[in-house]
């Protein structure tokens, strides 16, 4: 976090130049100022209407890395956010600038992302011909617009850093094209933002769950995202060391408890293996987790009859069928629990023979560990398996949206939480993954950043495949290509649509990459993998590019049981 820019840093600058920069003294230095003050970094793309606010920021030094698409601006500030706890900005122009952002925004706004977007806007007096209403389309989205002017400048800019860290939502703070410019005026108060709600630990509710837990026989605590922003997670697996309990976790807390009784991901996502211990659990506490269709298997993670126990903050937005929820801070009631239950004398974790030889906590590939799916093409779970031994361990995963997304998360381990991020699933959209995976190399340079992209979102993003390779000190790209919109292709194809749509002309990544600057290979099977660990031996800085041409016959776990479920 940087301190704030005064006009003093001008005080440098020989002669009168001080006095005479066009950046100073206006609506958008003063936004700069607060900017610098309170965000880790910022992401943009100069244009008219945020000319003087960048031209303020990296005169004056604060980070800016400078994106090729809109998008992308906001994809990299919401993957930093992911990967630091910490809030970042974003910066375009008005207009083309701000609706290239869209995608991205109702991304964050739906995963619940705080950033900032400044972005200029149409004149205070009135649209030109080219204008459209900024302000409806951000609502149009759920995401809520601040206006700068001069009387209110730093106040607002303030507004929108503290409105986004409360509601864990995005804000666009706007500057209107004839004020940016403009000095400052008399400052006018803003009315204080109202106190964010708690909600406290009832004892009643404190005592049931408690008493529920220590009846359990096979309990199962299954962490969200919510554990990680209430810093819950060491009392909560402390708890569930207590009772004797299984972990799980959503995959916006992958290795939350950092624990050899840890399960994995919950839904989609889980291994077979594994899936088959955590339906024998009779109790499920699950904490900071929404429970939504993917977390749940769609509805089959768990049989009917377990009980099942929500704890969260947030609203409900919607239980599975006989679930409890209590509403409560999560960190407070977690420390409650740990206060009135009591240790277990005997648990599953050396009573259950699945789960005392610890089989299922292998990361093997035991769904299908063949090299080759029937079509002679990679079998895309034998390479991510195989990327899981060979990758530095102290690595960010940062994954774009498709089918491929069935693999890494199964199969590849993370050191934290915040080492795996899936910028594009809230909202379903792909080709986030470079400007998501520049965003994450800047906020987590000393980890090697591994982007995991499938050939369709990989060629939708292509503009910021430079900003990743010029912003990366150590990473490594891996294009899952299946020369499909794969999908679609699983979903329609085999109902019987025409494919023609859905395929895609083989292309070679490694080679696109190594014109812009990258190491690279085509691997066609698993021994041309040895070229990365190599790579990776040498010590070298900057970035490889692995396209595995993986078999399209090959369906991720999720979509086969979705697809089974619609039959």
């Given at each position: ?248 976790t959503s995959v916006m807390a992958a290795n939350a408890f950092n624990s050899e009784w840890d399960l994995g991901i919950a839904g989609g996502f889980t291994r077979v293996h594994r899936l088959a211990v955590a339906r024998q659990a009779d109790v499920v506490l699950v904490v900071g987790a929404s429970l939504n269709t993917f977390q749940t298997r769609y509805g089959t993670l768990f049989p009917a009859g377990t009980r099942i126990i929500r704890i969260d903050n947030e609203p409900d937005t919607g239980l599975p069928a006989g679930a409890e929820y209590v509403r409560a801070d999560i960190r407070p009631f977690v420390d409650g629990l740990l206060e009135k239950v009591p240790a277990a004398t005997s648990t599953w974790r050396n009573r259950v023979p699945e789960v005392a030889e610890a089989e299922f906590r292998s990361s093997d590939p035991n769904e299908d560990s063949g090299e080759f799916g029937p079509d002679g093409r990679l079998n895309p779970r034998a390479v991510v398996a195989a990327l899981d031994r060979i ?177």
């Amino acid at each position: 976090m940087r301190t704030a820019m005064t006009s003093t840093s001008t005080d440098l600058l020989p002669g009168d130049q001080a006095s005479t920069l066009p950046d100073e003294g206006h609506v958008s230095a003063i936004v700069a100022d607060v900017v610098a003050e309170r965000a880790g970094h910022m992401f943009g793309i100069l244009g008219n209407g945020n000319a003087h606010l960048v031209s303020r920021l990296t005169r004056c030094g604060f980070p800016f890395t400078a994106a090729r698409h809109e998008a992308s601006t906001v994809a990299m500030a919401d993957a930093y956010h992911r990967a630091t706890g910490s809030i970042a900005a974003a910066s375009t122009t008005y207009g083309a600038g701000f609706t290239n952002t869209y995608t991205t925004l109702a991304e964050a706004r739906i995963a619940r992302i705080p950033l900032v977007l400044v972005v200029g806007d149409a004149p205070s007096t009135g649209s030109r011909p080219f204008d459209i209403d900024q302000v409806k389309a951000a609502d149009a989205a759920g995401v809520t617009t601040l206006v700068a002017r001069p009387e209110n400048a730093a106040e607002i800019t303030h507004r929108a850093f503290d409105l986004a860290l409360q509601t864990v939502q995005p804000v666009v703070l706007a500057i209107p094209y004839d004020l940016a410019t403009t000095p400052p005026a008399t400052p006018q108060p803003l009315q204080p933002l109202p106190a964010k709600p708690v909600w406290p630990a009832e004892p009643g509710e404190l005592d049931g769950v408690a008493a529920v837990l220590a009846a359990a026989e096979r309990p199962l605590i299954l962490a969200g995202r919510g554990v990680v922003l209430a810093d819950a997670a060491t009392p909560l697996r402390k708890l569930g060391d207590r009772l004797g309990a299984l972990f799980m976790t959503s995959v916006m807390a992958a290795n939350a408890f950092n624990s050899e009784w840890d399960l994995g991901i919950a839904g989609g996502f889980t291994r077979v293996h594994r899936l088959a211990v955590a339906r024998q659990a009779d109790v499920v506490l699950v904490v900071g987790a929404s429970l939504n269709t993917f977390q749940t298997r769609y509805g089959t993670l768990f049989p009917a009859g377990t009980r099942i126990i929500r704890i969260d903050n947030e609203p409900d937005t919607g239980l599975p069928a006989g679930a409890e929820y209590v509403r409560a801070d999560i960190r407070p009631f977690v420390d409650g629990l740990l206060e009135k239950v009591p240790a277990a004398t005997s648990t599953w974790r050396n009573r259950v023979p699945e789960v005392a030889e610890a089989e299922f906590r292998s990361s093997d590939p035991n769904e299908d560990s063949g090299e080759f799916g029937p079509d002679g093409r990679l079998n895309p779970r034998a390479v991510v398996a195989a990327l899981d031994r060979i990758l530095p361990a102290e690595r960010s995963v940062v994954m774009d949206g498709g089918h491929f997304i069935g693999w890494a998360p199964m199969y590849l381990s993370v050191p934290d939480p915040r080492a795996m991020i899936l910028v594009g699933t809230a909202f379903q959209s792909i080709g986030l993954g470079f400007g998501s995976a520049a965003g994450v190399s800047v906020a987590r340079p000393e980890r090697t950043t591994v982007l995991v992209s499938g050939d369709g979102g990989g060629l939708m993003g292509l503009a910021d495949f430079e900003t990743f390779i010029r912003v990366t000190r150590k990473g490594v790209v891996v294009v899952l290509n299946d020369s499909a919109y794969g999908a679609e292709l699983h979903q329609y194809a085999a109902k019987g649509l025409h494919d023609q749509a859905m395929l895609i002309d083989e292309v070679d990544f490694a080679a696109v990459g190594r014109a812009l600057g990258a190491a690279g290979t085509k691997a066609h099977t698993l021994a041309d993998l040895d070229q990365l660990e190599a790579w990776l031996a040498s010590h070298v800085e900057g970035v490889f590019v692995l396209d595995a041409a993986i078999s399209q016959k090959v369906v991720a776990e999720y979509m086969a049981e979705s697809m089974a479920l619609k039959k």
